[in-house]
């Protein structure tokens, strides 16, 4: 068992997010995105990263946080799900912290539920919480769009 | 010297591992060999050849496996090789004797799955194992007459038989047979040495051999699959510059990089062709094993199996290969468990003892097409909707609707099992429903025909992932989408006043397109795309699309070119929206949806009737369910009251200028499509408009054709018809309600003769040969008087039957009397499908060509009406095109 474990961070809204460094492909800026018609709202389109077509899940509408006021570019953090690739647009890129994975807390019964539904954990940092993202929960579309 | 199990620890760790990895990859490959081929002899004992590749390719495996110090895999294969000796002096081959090999071979293969994970050969006993091979290999071998003594043998414990097989190899390759009589569990057998001296013989001429493959083992390397990917993807990104490259020069006329240009994109496009094919393998490589699983199922089950593979060749992406492996064996093992019946059930149907199971593939356009079928019991649909039912995956009333194919198809549905017995072999019976989830991960559709007692067929369709398609760049609401060529008819630009123009009725957009009037469809409010504008249409592009029988037209912005363009199946987070087939990287690199013909037709089906919905109000739900859904055109002719007509029979809605109206002999004329088309007016409170334009309602048949004046077109409502109030006076069928409102349905025929008094004896004197008698089966009344006229004048007499049942009896009392049988499709009770099939089961009847006819045609009713026996398809409201077909089918009847 690793002592410390390496995260991206990212913030998403008013609240800080970690993403184990190994399941991190790449960070990049999202140039051109096609959006997808009749796709679940957390779909925010597709992309082209480097001749793969990548498919950009909308943090902030996964969250339930109503979109951004102004239009500029966004990060996205790119993941591999089950053999696709997938882009989390998020709102700005943190810095990679390594942090000791027994520090880690299940989630504090008062964690919000939007949070709690893709959170894998938390780690209470000096002046704020860093949510852990469960990859697979977040990737967990489809099935709640059609229930909305 | 002597070697302890786990020699590897005193190796150095780093070049272990490349020889070990070595080692496995070409051990696994030929067992894997071993594997088929032993298959193959079993079937074919006295090919040499077979035998000889199986034991070269053992004794290999069994050197290297002491070469590198792996005893139990040496001895399993020492003890398999011994027995197959046998089988080279002449033994006889049985079957249990194969089988035997072949669990050896198993326990092989664990060996090296476990040598593999923990890079050493796990501690074990194969005692028993190799006792019984050797047992049978002493049983069989009878036939060998022992000879002279062979050269001296070093005799048991002198030097350990490894290490002279290595210090032997690295002397002279091959040479190992004078030590591989090595002493083992059981004594040496007498008759052996002359074995040993025979095989020194043979395995000088296999030297021979080995140059040989040799050679052909040299044309091929081994390639990492990362290597080949990243040159992969290089490739793409070369492709992709030569496109933007391209597009630039484009806009320059006269440049001089043309040339260059040129070239380097002939060579690019060879380039990304030849490292395409890297990636492809032929399908036979996911095949190999299943002879054998095929094979240990029929020695299991005790049934008798023949396994026939076609199209091993066809070649297909890795990737997919490998996803397809384990789905593909699933369904084999169902096919040979739970398809094929026991061989007395299968004899007491009359059936051949040995059950068939037949594989095949097959390239076709873009995709590979794999089918697997047997000939044992098929579905047994009852229990499928039983199923379906307790599971609360559909009512009662919805399982009734479905035709068989449909309910086939909840096998595929999540959890699904009908199998009685848990069986070992394929565990719970089906699981058809992950095979489907694996399937749809690479982007391809499975689909399934079974007939009961005969057999069940899956077909799966797998889209080559480098399927390169070509196709149309329109934009909709401005983001630009892909249309596949091949469901494009033609482009059409509509313009108010030509020969295409839109016509709108309400809220119905239809084109029209020479003859025919086309449904639209826009693609940015389709979409639910914002700035899309309804408005547009009048003057927009317009891809006439056809996807079966179907055409229609979708209305978009811009249409730009076509192109080559490589599909990439949806992300399996999008893959349900049925609009949208794939998606694609277009020359300057931003990605582009393609979109779903079948999807768009599909849409379509439903627009009409939620349009039906909105327009109807509290009835809609009853006639959403409705299928005797009729189109009425609604018009106002001289009367308050709206009047209508069947849609269906007219052809064609005009509006012509009032000063091309001529008049002779008192009757109104216009000169239409190179004729004297008369206008007869609706009833005599119609009075032709002096100025403006005249709106009519063409009829035509033949190649004559009337008009019938009318003041105004009003609506074309889609509603089931009730005519309440039959009338008696001429020209009006009844009354009916039409979108709540009280509406006098017309008789046209009562107005065909009006406009040319001899049109009855002019049909009658063009087919007084042979009146042919037609059977017309329609629950509807309306739509039997309509069409009985119709018929009537197009030359043929008709009997009406109101139900499937009523059709029967007139049948069985005078069947000679009926050369067509045209049907309505959708008809309570028994429906045309279940008519015609029995029209087919009785002998006095099989013969009589049967139309259906039916307010949806699909693909899916179209081949169900080919499986029951129809004999053309016609859309229910496809007037001249019934009249064709019942042409067609009383053609070749004896005059």
Sequence with gaps: MNETVEYVTASVGEQLFGLPIARAQDVFVVDRLTRVPLAAPEIAGVLNLRGRIVTAIDLRRRLGLAPEAEDRKRMAIGIEHKGESYGLLIDAIGEVMKLPSAEREDNPINLEPRLARVSAGVHRLDDRLLVVLDVDRVLDIGSQAEAA | ?895
Excluded at chain 2, 66 to 81: C, D, Q, S, V, Y
Excluded at chain 2, 213 to 222: F, L, N, P, Q, Y
Excluded at chain 2, 401 to 406: D, G
């Design chain 2, 1 to 895: 010297m002597s070697r302890a199990a786990g020699p590897l620890v005193a190796l150095k760790a780093c070049s272990m591992d490349d020889l070990l990895r070595e080692f496995l990859t070409e051990t696994n490959e030929s067992i894997d060999v071993v594997d088929v081929e032993l298959v193959r002899f079993e079937h074919d004992p006295n090919n040499a050849k077979i035998l000889d590749n199986i034991f070269r390719l053992v004794h290999t495996i069994k050197g290297t496996c002491g070469f590198i110090g792996l005893p139990r895999l040496e001895a399993l294969t020492h003890a398999a090789e011994a027995l197959m000796v046998n089988f080279r002096d002449g033994a006889r081959v049985t079957s249990e004797a194969v089988s035997l090999i072949l669990v050896t071979i198993d326990r092989i293969k664990a060996l090296l799955d476990e040598l593999e994970r923990s890079q050493s050969e796990q501690p074990g006993d194969d005692h028993e194992l190799i006792a019984e091979l050797n047992r049978i290999a002493a049983g069989a071998h009878s036939t060998a007459a022992p000879g002279p003594a062979a050269p001296a043998q070093p005799s048991a414990g002198e030097v350990s038989p490894q290490e002279l097989e290595r210090a032997l190899r690295a002397a002279s390759g091959a040479q190992a047979s004078a030590v591989r009589r090595a002493p083992t569990a059981a004594p040496e057998k007498p008759a052996a040495p002359a074995g040993a001296r025979a095989e020194e013989a043979a395995e000088g001429a296999r030297r021979g051999d080995d140059h040989a493959d040799g050679k052909i083992a040299a044309k091929s390397i081994r390639v990492h699959v990362d290597t080949l990917e990243h040159l992969m993807t290089m490739v793409s990104e070369l492709v992709l510059t030569r496109n933007q490259l391209l597009e630039i020069v484009r806009r320059h006329e006269d440049s001089e990089f043309k040339g260059p240009l040129q070239r380097l994109s002939n060579v690019t496009a060879e380039l990304q062709e030849g490292v395409m094919k890297t990636r492809m393998q032929p399908i036979g490589n996911a095949w190999q094993k299943l002879p054998r699983v095929v094979r240990d199922l029929a020695t299991d089950l005790g049934k008798s199996i023949e396994f026939e593979m076609h199209g091993a060749e066809t070649e297909l992406d890795r990737q997919v290969l490998d996803l397809i492996k384990d789905p593909l064996t699933h369904m084999v093992r169902n096919a040979a468990d739970h398809g094929l019946e026991m061989p007395a059930e299968r004899q007491a149907a009359g059936k051949p003892e040995k059950g068939m199971i037949r594989l095949s593939a097959r390239h076709e356009s873009g995709h590979i097409v794999i089918e697997l079928s047997d000939d044992g019991r098929g579905l047994n649909t009852e229990r499928i909707k039983a199923t379906a039912l307790a599971r609360g995956l559909a009512s009662e009333a919805q399982l009734e609707k479905m035709s068989e194919a449909q309910v086939q198809r909840y096998i595929f549905s999540p959890g699904f099992s009908t199998s009685q017995t848990v069986t070992s072999v394929s565990g719970r019976g089906i699981g058809m429903d992950v095979v489907r989830a694996n399937i749809d991960e690479i982007g391809g559709t499975i689909d399934v025909k079974s007939v009961p007692g005969r057999g069940t067929s899956f077909s799966i369709k797998i889209p080559l992932t480098l399927a390169i398609v070509s196709a149309l760049i329109v934009e909709a609401a401005g983001d630009r989408f892909a249309i596949p060529q091949l469901a494009v008819i033609e482009l059409v630009r509509a313009r108010a006043g030509s020969e295409h123009r839109i016509e709108r009725i309400k809220d119905a957009a239809v084109l029209r397109l020479r003859n025919k009037l086309l449904p639209l469809v826009q693609l940015g409010t389709l979409l639910k795309l914002d700035g899309s504008d309804a408005g547009q249409v009048e003057n927009g592009f317009i891809v006439v699309t056809q996807v079966g029988s179907q055409q229609f037209g979708i209305v978009v912005d811009a249409v730009f070119h076509t192109e080559e363009i490589v599909v990439k199946p949806m992300s399996s987070k999008l893959r349900q929206i049925p609009i949208f087939a794939g998606n694609t990287i277009m020359g300057d690199g931003s990605v582009i949806l393609i979109i779903e013909p079948n999807g768009i037709a599909a849409a379509l089906g439903s627009a009409a009737l939620a349009r039906t919905a909105n327009a109807a109000g509290p009835d809609a739900d009853r006639q959403a369910d409705d299928s005797s859904v009729e189109s009425m055109l609604v018009f106002r002719a001289g009367a308050a009251h709206p009047r209508a007509v069947l849609l269906s029979l007219v052809t064609r809605l005009e509006e012509i200028d009032v000063d091309k109206i001529e008049t002779a002999n008192g009757r109104a004329l216009v000169q239409y499509r190179g004729q004297l088309m008369p206008l007869i007016p609706v009833s005599d409170e119609v009075l032709i408009k002096k100025n403006g334009k005249q709106p009519l309602l063409v009829f035509s048949d033949e190649g004559r054709s009337m008009a019938l004046v009318v003041d105004e077109i009003v609506d074309i409502v889609e509603q089931k018809l009730d005519i309440e109030l039959v009338s008696e006076h001429p020209g009006v069928l009844g009354s009916a309600l039409i979108k709540g409102q009280a509406t006098e349905v017309i008789d046209i025929s009562h107005f065909l003769p009006l406009a040319f008094a001899d049109w009855q004896h002019w049909k009658e004197r063009h087919v007084a040969m042979a009146r042919r008698r037609v059977l017309l089966v329609d629950d509807s009344q309306f739509f039997r008087n309509m069409l009985s006229p119709l018929l009537n004048a197009a030359g043929y007499a008709v009997t009406s039957a109101a139900s499937a049942d009523e059709a029967l009896s007139l049948l069985r009392e005078g069947a000679a009397g009926i050369d067509v049988i045209i049907t309505d499709i959708d008809m309570p009770g028994m429906d045309g499908f279940e008519l015609t099939a029995q029209v087919r089961r009785d002998p006095r009847t099989a013969e009589i060509p049967v139309i259906g006819l039916s307010s949806l045609v699909s693909a899916e009713s179209v081949e169900r009406g080919r499986l029951v026996g129809l004999h053309d398809y016609v859309a229910k409201f496809d007037r001249q095109g019934l009249v064709a077909a019942v042409k067609e089918q009383t053609a070749d009847l004896a005059a």
